[in-house]
T-cell receptor
Framework: AQTVTQSQPEMSVQEAETVTLSCTYD???????LFWYKQPPSRQMILVIR??????QNATENRFSVNFQKAAKSFSLKISDSQLGDAAMYFC??????????FGKGTRLHILP | DTAVSQTPKYLVTQMGNDKSIKCEQN?????MYWYKQDSKKFLKIMFS???????INETVPNRFSPKSPDKAHLNLHINSLELGDSAVYFC??????????????FGPGTRLTVL
């Protein structure tokens, strides 16, 4: 069975600083995909970044980057130069061949001005 | 130019009623999904349809029935609503068939409150 674990229910970071959100996953598949979604107070689910498991290179999207450690089944999200608009729930997720996304329980990120 | 839209955004109803939530996507995707997010923010898939055909049906009570009239629409009908059905329901879509590599785009969610 596919599982996704986020061990940090809440985190805080000072504006302009860097923060890393942790995620571990478990899957028996060799072909899978990993995602980070952001859910601001508006409740819209927004894709932040995605990673194909077969790619060794870590995905990057502007201030957002991941540290994908396949052997350790770890997929952390690093947010650089944190901004007030980054405050949200962040969900780590994975999907296999069946396109079913399994979500972690989320990490609420607070940005301190 | 909304990509995935849901109506209504808020739904308040009495226990025992029947209600529907509609979802439409204009992205040309062939797969659509329904997710439920509970009060603790836990998000779980309920159903998915590919080209109007049901492909994922998680352990969901029979009172929930998805209907896909065409590949751009996936509606969710709920019979005999219960207090535990209160949640936010998200519709999503993707261009699928390629082993999960395609991103799912989410609608704005429908907050259902059962009194």
């Amino acid at each position: 069975a596919q599982t996704v674990t986020q061990s940090q229910p809440e985190m805080s970071v000072q504006e302009a600083e860097t923060v890393t959100l942790s995620c571990t996953y478990d899957t028996s598949e060799s072909d899978y995909y990993l995602f980070w979604y952001k859910q601001p107070p508006s409740r819209q689910m927004i894709l932040v970044i995605r990673q194909e498991a077969y790619k060794q290179q870590n995905a990057t999207e502007n201030r957002f980057s991941v540290n994908f450690q396949k052997a350790a089944k770890s997929f952390s999200l690093k947010i650089s130069d944190s901004q007030l608009g980054d405050a949200a729930m962040y969900f780590c997720a994975s999907s296999n061949r069946d396109d079913k996304i399994i979500f972690g329980k989320g990490t609420r990120l607070h940005i301190l001005p | 130019d909304t990509a995935v839209s849901q109506t209504p955004k808020y739904l308040v109803t009495q226990m025992g009623n029947d209600k529907s939530i509609k979802c439409e996507q204009n992205l040309g995707h062939d797969t659509m999904y329904w997710y439920k997010q509970d009060s603790k923010k836990f998000l779980k898939i309920m159903f998915s349809y590919n080209n109007k055909e049901l492909i994922i049906n998680e352990t969901v009570p029979n009172r929930f029935s998805p209907k896909s009239p065409d590949k751009a629409h996936l509606n969710l009908h709920i019979n005999s609503l219960e207090l535990g059905d209160s949640a936010v329901y998200f519709c999503a879509s993707s261009q699928s068939g390629t082993s999960g590599r395609n991103t799912q785009y989410f609608g704005p969610g429908t907050r259902l409150t059962v009194l």
